[in-house]
């Protein structure tokens, strides 16, 4: 519980910021999606339930500020948070290129719906415009400050969830010579 409650405030707080103080920050008219980072980084790193939920906060925070529907933007956020989760099993602490990778794929795959959502649909079929302007530069950025903010989150995880050492008499091992 202690978990959903520290990533509900993580949300908040990158929503808060990729709303106000990066809107100042822009390079290349693009921001970071900092709540993409959280959700693919939640997903990678605590499964696809954990995934799931905060891509369903995320997605119905973007789609009350800035959509005209509910329910597409939990739907992109859902699908990747989904996606990491299952990339579970891959998850090292120490290994930084698999999560950076996720992370850029899920801004890839992110960008390539929001296309398809809300400019295929409407008969705009200049993909590869789009994709050079908004969607490379945006998965660039995004991959700049994810590095920041992974490495924010497993400082946060590791002062929130210690490793606990176990005896070596509870795990049957044996420290005397026979």
Same mark, same amino acid.
């Given at each position: 519980?202690?978990?959903?409650?520290?990533?509900?405030?993580?949300?908040?707080?990158?929503?808060?910021?990729?709303?106000?103080?990066?809107?100042?920050?822009?390079?290349?008219?693009?921001?970071?999606?900092?709540? +993409?980072?959280?959700?693919?980084? =939640?997903? @990678?790193? #605590? /499964?696809? !339930?954990?995934? %799931?939920?905060?891509?369903? *906060?995320? &997605?119905?925070?973007?789609?009350?500020?800035?959509?005209?529907?509910?329910?597409?933007?939990?739907?992109?956020?859902?699908?990747?948070?989904y996606i990491n989760?299952?990339?579970?099993?891959?998850y090292f602490k120490?290994?930084?290129?698999?999560? +950076?990778?996720?992370?850029?794929? =899920?801004? @890839?795959? #992110? /960008?390539? !719906?929001?296309? %398809?959502?809300?400019?295929? *649909?409407? &008969?705009?079929?200049?993909?590869?415009?789009?994709?050079?302007?908004?969607?490379?530069?945006?998965?660039?950025?995004?991959?700049?400050?994810?590095?920041?903010?992974?490495?924010?989150?497993?400082?946060?995880?590791?002062?929130?969830?210690?490793?606990?050492?176990?005896?070596?008499?509870?795990?049957?091992?044996?420290?005397?010579?026979?």
């Open positions: 519980m202690k978990r959903y409650i520290s990533m509900f405030i993580l949300i908040v707080v990158c929503f808060l910021l990729q709303t106000t103080l990066f809107q100042s920050l822009q390079i290349a008219n693009v921001i970071p999606n900092l709540l +993409l980072v959280l959700v693919a980084a =939640s997903g @990678f790193m #605590y /499964g696809r !339930m954990m995934g %799931m939920c905060s891509g369903i *906060l995320c &997605g119905l925070l973007m789609d009350c500020l800035y959509s005209n529907v509910i329910g597409l933007g939990i739907l992109m956020f859902v699908i990747i948070g989760g299952m990339a579970n099993k891959l120490d290994d930084m290129s698999i999560p +950076l990778s996720a992370i850029v794929i =899920s801004d @890839f795959i #992110y /960008g390539i !719906m929001y296309y %398809m959502f809300n400019f295929m *649909l409407r &008969g705009r079929l200049d993909f590869v415009s789009y994709f050079k302007g908004v969607i490379l530069p945006e998965a660039v950025y995004t991959v700049i400050v994810g590095v920041l903010l992974y490495k924010f989150l497993h400082w946060l995880e590791d002062k929130m969830y210690p490793p606990v050492e176990i005896p070596l008499e509870i795990t049957g091992v044996s420290t005397e010579e026979e």
